[in-house]
C-alpha cells in the first residue's frame, strides 16, 4: 500500500473501528502497572501522523506493545519490537517482527537489516523503555537517532522516576531511583535541563518536547 492510500486508508476507517481499539487499550490501562496513566496518551500519539515503522526498544509484560500492535493495524505499519528477553509472543500482530537482543547492538545494523527485510529504515515512532539507566539511554540515542524520518516523533517512558511514584488516580506504585538516567540523557542530548517532576511543554530549535509527570513520567520529542 503506498503512502497516500495508506493516509487515506486511515481516514476511511469506520469510527466503530478507532474507538473499539481505543476502549481496548483504556481498558487494558486500568490494570495499575508502571505506565497505565500513559498507553491512552500512547495510543493518540499515534493517529495525527502517518506511521510506516514503529520501533519499540523494550517490550516488558507488553503494555506498550498491545497499544502499538493496534495503531499498527489502522496504519498497515510495520512494528519492531526489540527485548533482551524473549517477548517474541507478546503480540499477535502479522506485521510485528521481534528481534531477541541488545537494543544497541541492533541499531547499529538496523539499515542493513530493515534492507533484508525489504522495510525502509525510517523510522516515524520511536519509543524507549528499556534499562532506564544513563549510559544506556545514551547508547541509544546515538544508535536509533540517525533512523529517525524527517517528522519523525520519539517517545522515552521513565523520565521520572524514583522510588515511588504517583498515578493520577492519586494510587502509589514501587519503582526505584535511577539517579534521572532517562532524562538526564535526553537533556544532554538537547543541552536543555527539565523539571521532571512538573508537566510541561517546552518548544525548542528542531524540537517540541512535552512530559507528563505521572507514572514514571512520560516525555515526548516531536521533530519540527
Known amino acids: 500500500m503506498g503512502k497516500f492510500e495508506k493516509a ?9 473501528v478507532l474507538l473499539k481499539a481505543l476502549e ?28 510506516q515503522l514503529i520501533v519499540e526498544l523494550g ?3 507488553g503494555e506498550s506493545s498491545f497499544v502499538f500492535e493496534r495503531a499498527a493495524k489502522l496504519w498497515d505499519a510495520v512494528l519492531v519490537s526489540v527485548d533482551i528477553e ?6 499477535t500482530y502479522g506485521k510485528r517482527r521481534f528481534m531477541h537482543g541488545d537494543d544497541v547492538a541492533f541499531g547499529d545494523t538496523f539499515p542493513s537489516w530493515c534492507s533484508r527485510q525489504g522495510i525502509s529504515p525510517e523510522i516515524d515512532l520511536l519509543f524507549i523503555d528499556t534499562s532506564h539507566l ?13 533512523h529517525l ?8 517512558h521513565d523520565t521520572n522516576m524514583k522510588e515511588t511514584f504517583l498515578r493520577r488516580d492519586g494510587s502509589i506504585g514501587t519503582g526505584w531511583d535511577n539517579a534521572r ?24 530549535p528542531d ?3 512535552r512530559h507528563r509527570a505521572s507514572c514514571n513520567g512520560l516525555t515526548v520529542l516531536d521533530r519540527l
Open 59 to 61: 517490550v516488558g509484560d
Open 181 to 204: 538516567g532517562v532524562v538526564r540523557a535526553v537533556e544532554e542530548y538537547l543541552g536543555q535541563s527539565f523539571p521532571e517532576e512538573e508537566d510541561f511543554t517546552r518548544i525548542i
Open 24 to 51: 481496548e487499550v483504556r481498558q487494558r490501562a486500568a490494570r495499575p502497572t508502571d505506565i497505565c496513566d500513559h498507553l491512552e496518551a500512547l495510543f493518540l500519539l499515534c493517529l495525527d501522523r502517518e506511521l
Open 134 to 146: 544513563y549510559e544506556h539511554t545514551v547508547q541509544e540515542i546515538r544508535a536509533w537517532f540517525p
Open 86 to 91: 524473549d517477548r517474541s509472543n507478546v503480540s
Open 207 to 209: 524540537w517540541i518536547v
Open 149 to 156: 524520518g524527517p517528522s519523525a516523533r520519539v517517545i522515552f
Open 8 to 16: 487515506w486508508a486511515l481516514k476511511k476507517t469506520p469510527t466503530g
